[in-house]
Nanobody, 128 residues
């Protein structure tokens, strides 16, 4: 129900912008998040944005370098990734949570099981 795109191969220090769309449905009242996963590891929280865009949240490892944003009119969420590092290499997934709260704790945001819908993932590879 969600479609992630924009991944690819980039050199360290480069940038990519990921997009997540929701064909046929609206996300205007959903919390939207990005996670990433590498083989053999658990899915890791990256960033999230509340339905209004008022609050954004980031994992410490991506703060300052990544920016999450949304365009509810287009049912699209973006993840702008700058200053990419080889350790950012992963499959990136977008997810939607329908609770519609005004704000959240990081403890809540970190749990993949709290999200209701997921995209198929897009591969990001950062070469050194």
């Amino acid at each position: 129900q969600l479609q992630a795109s924009g991944g690819g191969l980039v050199q360290a220090g480069g940038s990519l912008r990921l997009s997540c769309t929701a064909p046929g449905r609206t996300i205007s009242t959903d919390l939207m998040g990005w996670f990433r996963q590498t083989p053999g590891k658990e899915r890791e929280f990256v960033a999230a944005i509340t339905w209004s865009g008022e609050h954004t949240y980031y994992a410490d490892s991506v703060k300052v370098r990544f920016t999450i944003s949304r365009d509810n009119a287009k049912s699209t969420v973006y993840l702008m990734m700058n200053a990419l590092k080889p350790e950012d290499t992963a499959v990136y997934y977008c997810a939607a949570d329908k609770t519609g709260f005004r704000s959240y704790t990081l403890t809540y945001l970190n749990k993949p099981t709290n999200y209701d819908y997921w995209g198929q993932g897009t591969q990001v590879t950062v070469s050194s």
